[in-house]
């Protein structure tokens, strides 16, 4: 499998961005250093901005490149205005070569995937129930639309992981405020924490400008917290 033209220009999208002076054309962007056991492990640079949309209608538009030592994944979200996810695609390389291509198209209450490897192809479609939320494994910037719960009220959501057969409901709450040390200064942040009904839990903070900082996986023992706040 050859890379195509939609891993050109994600990768684009993520590594040409503007200087400051247009910075306020995006909602957040930034890098996250991936640790995992206390060891770095990757990178994963993104931007996320508004968008004129399809048929012309406002959204948002968040690209993503991850580099980890062996391969290399790109991931593109489309969403509506109000955040709620429309498209996904995913491109995945190992030695130069694309080894998985993912494409998901959420319409109404239905989820259509369609996976491409060296394997074959398979396509299968499930129905969800709004609010949804589309997390990727390895891209941790799409917490940034998980809708963040009003202290001491969790919050219910379904969560689509397209590798996965099925969406699950899950519980996001407000676990109160942080502080948080990014790059190289003491951030304050507010941190939540997302549950999920085998028991697992994904732990994300923002800081008060609304900017993505850190997600944490303690079952996997890894963190992935921002280089920089945003405005630096």
Known sequence: ?????LAATLLCAVIQVPGRAAAQEFLDRGTFVIVQGGVEIGREEFAIRPTAGRQGQAGVLAVSTTRFRDREVLHALELAA????????????????????????????????RTA????ETAREFPVHPPIVVLGDDAFH????VPRAATGAPRTIAVVRPRDERP??????ALGLDTLLVG??????????????????????FGVAG??????????????TRTEPAGR
């Open 1 to 5: 499998m050859n890379p195509g033209p």
């Open 211 to 224: 900017d993505l900082l850190k997600v944490a996986v303690p079952g996997r023992d890894l963190v992935a």
């Open 184 to 205: 190289d200064r003491p951030v304050p942040a507010q941190r939540y924490v997302l549950r999920l009904p085998d028991g697992d839990e994904r732990q994300f903070w």
């Open 82 to 113: 109000d955040h709620s996810p429309s498209s996904l695609q995913e491109t995945e390389s190992a030695d130069g070569r694309v080894i998985r291509r993912l494409s998901a198209q959420i319409s109404g209450s239905r989820v259509s995937v």
């Open 142 to 145: 799409t917490f940034y639309f």
């Open 168 to 173: 699950v409901s899950a519980t996001v709450t």
């Open 117 to 120: 490897s060296n394997a074959g």
